[in-house]
Protein backbone atom coordinates (compact mmCIF):
# COMPACT_ATOMS: atom_id res chain seq x y z
CA UNK A 1 0.00 0.00 0.00
CA UNK A 2 1.21 3.58 -0.92
CA UNK A 3 -0.15 6.45 1.32
CA UNK A 4 0.98 9.78 -0.25
CA UNK A 5 -0.27 13.39 0.92
CA UNK A 6 0.37 16.78 -0.81
CA UNK A 7 1.02 20.30 1.28
CA UNK A 8 -1.58 22.28 1.70
CA UNK A 9 0.96 25.11 2.41
CA UNK A 10 3.97 25.74 4.45
CA UNK A 11 4.70 27.27 7.44
CA UNK A 12 6.91 30.75 7.63
CA UNK A 13 8.87 32.01 10.69
CA UNK A 14 11.50 34.66 11.15
CA UNK A 15 12.59 32.29 14.28
CA UNK A 16 15.78 30.72 13.72
CA UNK A 17 15.89 29.32 17.73
CA UNK A 18 12.24 26.96 18.04
CA UNK A 19 11.35 25.53 21.25
CA UNK A 20 11.25 21.25 21.16
CA UNK A 21 7.31 21.24 21.75
CA UNK A 22 4.48 23.55 21.15
CA UNK A 23 3.12 23.50 24.78
CA UNK A 24 5.63 25.47 25.24
CA UNK A 25 6.20 27.75 22.66
CA UNK A 26 5.13 31.36 22.51
CA UNK A 27 7.65 32.07 19.07
CA UNK A 28 4.67 33.25 16.09
CA UNK A 29 4.82 32.95 12.66
CA UNK A 30 2.03 32.36 9.50
CA UNK A 31 0.25 29.17 8.13
CA UNK A 32 0.36 30.02 4.67
CA UNK A 33 -2.48 28.21 2.85
CA UNK A 34 -2.51 27.15 -1.07
CA UNK A 35 -4.90 29.69 -2.26
CA UNK A 36 -7.68 27.51 -3.29
CA UNK A 37 -8.31 26.18 -0.16
CA UNK A 38 -9.21 29.59 1.74
CA UNK A 39 -12.79 28.54 1.68
CA UNK A 40 -11.58 25.97 4.23
CA UNK A 41 -11.10 28.96 6.71
CA UNK A 42 -14.66 30.30 6.57
CA UNK A 43 -15.84 30.45 10.55
CA UNK A 44 -11.80 30.06 11.90
CA UNK A 45 -11.09 32.86 14.11
CA UNK A 46 -8.46 34.51 16.05
CA UNK A 47 -8.03 33.42 19.84
CA UNK A 48 -8.81 29.68 17.89
CA UNK A 49 -6.66 26.64 18.63
CA UNK A 50 -6.04 24.51 15.46
CA UNK A 51 -4.17 21.47 15.24
CA UNK A 52 -1.60 21.65 12.62
CA UNK A 53 -0.16 18.12 11.19
CA UNK A 54 3.23 18.69 9.36
CA UNK A 55 5.76 16.83 7.79
CA UNK A 56 8.78 16.26 9.41
CA UNK A 57 10.69 17.17 6.09
CA UNK A 58 14.39 17.60 7.29
CA UNK A 59 14.62 14.38 8.97
CA UNK A 60 16.34 11.55 7.93
CA UNK A 61 14.73 8.35 6.86
CA UNK A 62 13.83 5.95 9.37
CA UNK A 63 15.81 3.27 10.82
CA UNK A 64 14.30 -0.01 12.96
CA UNK A 65 17.83 0.92 14.83
CA UNK A 66 15.59 3.83 15.97
CA UNK A 67 12.77 1.73 17.91
CA UNK A 68 14.30 3.20 20.90
CA UNK A 69 15.14 6.99 21.44
CA UNK A 70 16.70 9.16 24.41
CA UNK A 71 15.20 12.24 24.73
CA UNK A 72 16.83 15.54 24.82
CA UNK A 73 15.37 16.24 28.34
CA UNK A 74 15.78 14.48 31.25
CA UNK A 75 17.53 11.77 32.50
CA UNK A 76 14.84 9.06 31.75
CA UNK A 77 16.62 6.94 29.75
CA UNK A 78 15.58 5.22 26.03
CA UNK A 79 12.45 5.13 25.20
CA UNK A 80 10.40 4.21 22.15
CA UNK A 81 10.04 5.95 19.72
CA UNK A 82 5.74 5.84 19.99
CA UNK A 83 6.22 7.47 23.47
CA UNK A 84 8.40 10.43 22.30
CA UNK A 85 7.95 13.69 20.10
CA UNK A 86 11.12 12.85 18.00
CA UNK A 87 11.12 14.02 14.85
CA UNK A 88 12.91 11.06 13.34
CA UNK A 89 9.86 8.87 12.87
CA UNK A 90 8.55 5.93 10.55
CA UNK A 91 6.24 8.37 9.26
CA UNK A 92 7.61 11.83 9.70
CA UNK A 93 4.49 13.20 10.85
CA UNK A 94 4.01 15.85 13.16
CA UNK A 95 1.14 17.98 15.04
CA UNK A 96 1.58 21.16 16.85
CA UNK A 97 -1.57 22.90 18.39
CA UNK A 98 -1.39 26.80 18.37
CA UNK A 99 -3.31 30.15 18.57
CA UNK A 100 -4.65 31.80 16.28
CA UNK A 101 -3.65 35.40 15.69
CA UNK A 102 -5.52 37.06 13.18
CA UNK A 103 -6.69 35.71 9.20
CA UNK A 104 -5.17 37.58 6.83
CA UNK A 105 -6.57 35.85 3.29
CA UNK A 106 -4.95 32.23 2.56
CA UNK A 107 -2.24 33.17 5.97
CA UNK A 108 -3.47 32.60 9.42
CA UNK A 109 -0.77 34.15 11.99
CA UNK A 110 -0.42 32.07 14.95
CA UNK A 111 1.03 31.38 18.61
CA UNK A 112 2.70 28.35 19.63
CA UNK A 113 4.98 27.23 16.46
CA UNK A 114 7.79 24.90 17.05
CA UNK A 115 7.99 24.05 13.35
CA UNK A 116 10.84 25.46 11.06
CA UNK A 117 10.38 27.51 8.24
CA UNK A 118 9.23 25.92 5.05
CA UNK A 119 7.82 23.18 6.77
CA UNK A 120 5.22 21.52 4.76
CA UNK A 121 1.74 21.57 6.41
CA UNK A 122 -0.58 18.24 6.11
CA UNK A 123 -3.82 19.35 7.48
CA UNK A 124 -5.13 21.64 9.62
CA UNK A 125 -7.97 20.36 12.42
CA UNK A 126 -9.82 22.39 15.24
CA UNK A 127 -8.36 21.69 18.88
CA UNK A 128 -12.00 20.47 20.31
CA UNK A 129 -10.30 19.71 23.74
CA UNK A 130 -12.12 21.75 26.82
CA UNK A 131 -10.23 24.97 27.42
Given at each position: ??????????VQTQARTLP????????????VLDASYIRG?????????????????ESPPFSMDS?????????????????????????????????????????????????????????????????
Open positions: MSVVFEPIGFRHWSVSDVEGDLLDSMSPGDRIVVLFHFHLMQRPPHGNQGKKGVFCTCSPYRPNAIGFSIVTVLALNGNSIRVRGIDMRNGTPILDIKPDVRPS
